[in-house]
């Protein structure tokens, strides 16, 4: 068994701090925007940005690793070759992804719906959602505006 690294133990400690940031900001940051779905909407997009990009990016930046952005860092690229898997999925895949993602989706609806009407159970709910949801043409410009920043804010994570 070999010692962990000083990189190793700095890895460690971004991502355990990005993550207790990321925590904070989204539990604790209290946000007053103004009453209504609007102020609903833009308090939602503050915490998104604060809450997963910006400690992903600060996490980043801290590490010297913007390119992670765009490119697979050295060290994922060591780590898919050791495994085993390293070009496993070329750009031309794609297609088999999507077949992948729809039957894993297909798969995951089927165990939930048969829960249901077997015990009547619900999935696991991170909170109620339903109010996030457009209600009308004014709410439609806030629903794009959530998916980006939701898919941007993610992606950082994800890097």
Same mark, same amino acid.
């Given at each position: +068994?070999?010692? *962990?690294? $000083?990189? =190793?133990?700095?890895?460690?400690? /971004?991502?355990?701090? +990005?993550?207790?940031?990321? #925590?904070?900001? !989204? @539990? !604790?940051?209290? /946000?007053? &925007?103004?009453?209504?779905?609007?102020?609903?909407?833009? *308090?939602?997009?503050? @915490?998104?940005?604060?809450? &997963?990009? /910006?400690?992903? %990016?600060?996490? %980043?930046?801290? *590490?010297?690793?913007?390119?992670?952005?765009?490119?697979?860092?050295? $060290?994922?690229?060591?780590?898919?070759?050791?495994?085993?898997?390293?070009?496993?999925?070329?750009?031309? =895949?794609?297609?088999?992804?999507?077949?992948?993602?729809?039957?894993? $989706?297909?798969?995951?609806?089927?165990? *939930? &719906?048969? !829960?249901?009407?077997?015990?009547? /159970?619900?999935?696991?709910? &991170?909170?109620?959602?339903?109010?996030?949801?457009?209600? =009308? @043409?004014? =709410?439609?410009? #806030?629903?794009?505006?959530?998916?980006?920043?939701?898919?941007?804010?993610?992606?950082?994570?994800?890097?």
């Amino acid at each position: +068994m070999s010692i *962990a690294s $000083s990189g =190793d133990v700095i890895a460690a400690l /971004l991502l355990v701090a +990005m993550l207790a940031m990321s #925590w904070y900001l !989204r @539990r !604790r940051l209290r /946000l007053d &925007f103004g009453h209504g779905r609007s102020g609903a909407y833009l *308090a939602v997009t503050v @915490r998104q940005i604060a809450g &997963f990009a /910006l400690p992903a %990016l600060l996490a %980043l930046a801290l *590490a010297g690793e913007w390119r992670a952005l765009w490119v697979l860092p050295a $060290s994922f690229q060591r780590l898919a070759r050791e495994v085993g898997v390293a070009g496993w999925i070329v750009a031309s =895949d794609g297609w088999m992804l999507l077949v992948g993602a729809a039957g894993g $989706s297909t798969i995951g609806g089927a165990i *939930a &719906f048969i !829960r249901w009407r077997r015990k009547g /159970l619900r999935g696991p709910m &991170f909170g109620e959602l339903g109010w996030l949801l457009p209600r =009308d @043409r004014a =709410d439609l410009g #806030w629903g794009v505006v959530l998916s980006i920043v939701a898919g941007v804010a993610e992606s950082c994570i994800f890097a």
